[in-house]
């Protein structure tokens, strides 16, 4: 199962790429709008392949993982923001932005999870102090 993670990673790198190239041909009418797509592209790419790649066992750098996780939130953060001034006023706005909160925080904490970093914070090292 570990051989379709890994072919799974790069199917979905190699997605993402077509898509990044793609998307803006299409919005080429809206230029805030194409750039905010590629953002999106972008994003979902590196959470894809690096979550894939975890999952298949290829890839445990906790530390990049972390790093990742973050870089992909102001990605997202920042494609929301674009996509919303490319289509300000009404439900299309108000879309966008439940649409970029959600991905916001499926695609950080994933990553955050899948680095390990999150349950190291709940973990002591320290025993209890004694009465």
Same mark, same amino acid.
């Given at each position: 199962?570990?051989?379709?993670?890994?072919?799974?990673?790069?199917?979905?790198?190699?997605?993402?790429?077509?898509?990044?190239?793609?998307?803006?041909?299409? +919005?080429?009418?809206?230029?805030?709008?194409?750039?905010?797509?590629?953002?999106?592209?972008?994003?979902?790419?590196?959470?894809?392949?690096?979550?894939?790649?975890?999952?298949?066992?290829?890839?445990?750098?906790?530390?990049?993982?972390?790093?990742?996780?973050?870089?992909? #939130? #102001?990605?997202?953060?920042?494609?929301?923001? +674009?996509?919303?001034?490319?289509?300000?006023?009404?439900?299309?706005?108000?879309?966008?932005?439940?649409?970029?909160?959600?991905?916001?925080?499926?695609?950080?904490?994933?990553? +955050?999870?899948?680095? #390990?970093?999150?349950?190291? #914070?709940?973990?002591?090292?320290?025993?209890?102090?004694?009465?």
């Amino acid at each position: 199962m570990e051989k379709i993670y890994f072919i799974a990673a790069w199917v979905v790198a190699g997605c993402s790429v077509l898509a990044l190239i793609l998307s803006p041909i299409a +919005l080429r009418h809206n230029g805030l709008q194409a750039i905010g797509s590629v953002l999106d592209w972008i994003a979902v790419g590196i959470t894809g392949t690096f979550a894939f790649l975890h999952v298949s066992g290829w890839f445990r750098n906790s530390l990049v993982m972390f790093i990742m996780a973050w870089v992909v #939130g #102001g990605i997202i953060f920042l494609s929301m923001i +674009l996509t919303m001034a490319a289509n300000l006023g009404g439900v299309g706005t108000i879309a966008v932005l439940f649409e970029h909160i959600a991905l916001l925080v499926l695609f950080t904490l994933l990553l +955050l999870h899948l680095s #390990g970093m999150l349950e190291k #914070g709940n973990k002591t090292d320290k025993p209890a102090p004694k009465p």
